[in-house]
Structure formats: structure tokens, C-alpha cells
Nanobody, 124 residues
Framework: QLRLVESGGGLVQAGGSLRLSCAYSRRTFMYYVTAWFRQAPEKEREFVAASRWSTGSTYYADSVKGRFTISRDNAKNTVYLQMNSLEPQDTAVYYC?????????????????WGQGTQVTVSS
């Protein structure tokens, strides 16, 4: 069973930065499609960013493009989401996800494995 553990959330002022981490329990994840989603109160879970490591392709929601970057550290079995120029509307619980195939990277039902989530709050 693949386990994903997020960390790095917190409270930040608008314009600030945070880096979220998602640690995976085994190295085979490096061949998976990995993604970040977020869910604000009373809203549906929405796609943020994803990477198909086998091809080097990355994908971003329009709302975060140019501000967020997904990356990984193979030695640490960890995927990151660097978030810059944060805005109050970025406030949400952020989840990392993984799947061996991830056929539709922006669709949450494409992912088999999920972390527990980490809260990000951006104050104005």
C-alpha cells in the first residue's frame, strides 16, 4: 500500500510563499503520475498541479499558473508544491495524490492514492 504524507501548510499573508511536501512510502511512486488538489470550505475538490514523470510533462490549473511549481526530490521520495504570490483565494486544504496511470491528470477520480491533506490559509 502506498502512503502519502503531506506537510508544510500554515498561515501566510497575501503575497507570501509556502512550500508543501508530500512524502511517499516507497520508491516506485517515482513512476506514478503525482498531483496536488485543493478543497476550500463548501467547494468541490479542484485540480492544482500534476506531473507525469515518465514524460517530464507538468500541468497547472490556470488559476495557479506562473505562481505554483510542482517538483520532486528522488533521493527523498518527496514531491513538492512551491507556492508563490499567494492570494486569499488560495486558502484551502491541499491534498497530494498519485496513480500509476493518471489518465486524466486533472480529474480527481483518476487517482488511487491520497494523502490526509494540509491546511493553507492566506490572510489579506
Amino acid at each position: 500500500q502506498l502512503r502519502l504524507v503531506e506537510s508544510g501548510g500554515g498561515l501566510v499573508q497575501a503575497g507570501g510563499s509556502l512550500r508543501l511536501s508530500c512524502a511517499y512510502s516507497r520508491r516506485t511512486f517515482m513512476y506514478y503520475v503525482t498531483a496536488w488538489f485543493r478543497q476550500a470550505p463548501e467547494k468541490e475538490r479542484e485540480f492544482v498541479a500534476a506531473s507525469r514523470w515518465s514524460t517530464g510533462s507538468t500541468y497547472y490549473a490556470d488559476s495557479v499558473k506562473g505562481r505554483f511549481t510542482i517538483s520532486r526530490d528522488n533521493a527523498k521520495n518527496t514531491v513538492y508544491l512551491q507556492m508563490n504570490s499567494l492570494e486569499p483565494q488560495d486558502t484551502a486544504v491541499y491534498y497530494c495524490a498519485a496513480d500509476p496511470d493518471g489518465i486524466r491528470v486533472q480529474v480527481f477520480s483518476s487517482y488511487s492514492y491520497w494523502g490526509q491533506g494540509t491546511q493553507v490559509t492566506v490572510s489579506s
